[in-house]
């Protein structure tokens, strides 16, 4: 089967959070349209939710559309909504493990992970990574890897992630601003067809820098990557205002922001979009996309949580699987 006609594969993450309620919600809105099957545990879903136990991938194909696939994975306690059990944490990580497995091996298509909860896992299993990304990109052969938020409006890709914000000049390299803008052109030719990419890229100043009355690190360290790589043939805009490349008509004339830090990045998407946005992951060698909300501890099991971003992810993890195919890739 080539990738458009296999099932992507969803993990529980936390079982105590929303992803077990919100899985079966895309299933009710998705159908059979963008089948997937949910890897977990049968007693983390709501109450009366009606599932086929799965014994392959391919067997999701043919479970009918009111009725969620499930490919059981046992774990050592039931979950009580709102509060993270330690000692499901190491099935929380081994899910995440079998569905990349599944997917390296062509039995899935993709990955659509549902939130973690870092500390969770590392209380309870002692988890050595920051989040879901740097465990993905470990399972892969620690490749290297970056950040993508994407919606149907905007797509930015942050340089530094997690850190603080006074941390961020530090961390800010020419080598980590040059591999993630090329990681970020591949993924866009890769994963979203676009033949040339167009890369608008922020300063990390307030109007980037105002000729270095406001800050140097524009002059002396990101024109000259942008004009390095702009020899090689990529179509990069900046550095430029973060104020005044966010609006419509600015929009338009790029296909991905590079962000130097996680809300350059982060608050204009969510603005734009709050709901459907989706984190997808460049890099990989399989594809990867993610719901871009937490775990949702104080609305878990309330049954208001919205569906709407696992349901852009895993629309966008079928897109990108489509073109893959036609691509010839995998």
Known sequence: MTNRHLPIAMTCGEPAGIGPELAVAARRILGTDIPFFWIGDPRHLPAGTTIVEIATPADALSVPARQLPVLPHRFAAPSTPGQADP???????????????????????????????????????????????????????????????????????????????????????????????????????????????????????????????????????????????????????????????????????????????????????????????VNVTLGLPFIRTSPDHGTGFDIAGKGIARPDSLVAALRMAAKMAAKESNNGNH
């Not at 043939?233 to 590079?258: E, K, Q, V």
């Open 87 to 277: 000692a499901n944490a190491a099935g929380v990580i081994a899910v995440i493990a079998r569905a990349v497995a599944l997917v390296q091996s062509g039995q899935a298509s993709a990955i659509c992970t549902a939130p973690i909860h870092k500390k969770a896992l590392k209380d309870g299993a002692g988890f050595a990574f920051p989040g879901h990304t740097e465990y993905l990109a470990h399972l892969a052969g620690d490749v290297s890897v970056v950040m993508m938020l994407a919606s149907e409006t905007l797509r930015v890709v942050p340089v530094t992630i997690h850190i603080a914000l006074k941390d961020v000049i530090d961390a800010l390299t020419p080598a980590l601003l040059e591999q993630t803008i090329r990681l970020t052109h591949a993924g866009l030719i890769r994963d979203f067809n676009l033949r040339t990419p167009r890369l608008a890229v922020a300063g990390l100043n307030p109007h980037a820098g105002e000729g270095g009355a406001m800050g140097l690190e524009e002059k002396d360290l990101i024109s000259p990557v942008l004009d390095r790589l702009r020899v090689e043939g990529f179509d990069l805009c900046g550095p430029m205002s973060a104020d005044t490349m966010f609006h419509a008509r600015a929009r338009a004339t790029y296909d991905a922001a590079i962000c130097m830090y996680h809300d350059q990045a982060l608050i204009p998407i969510k603005t734009l979009d709050f709901d459907g946005g």
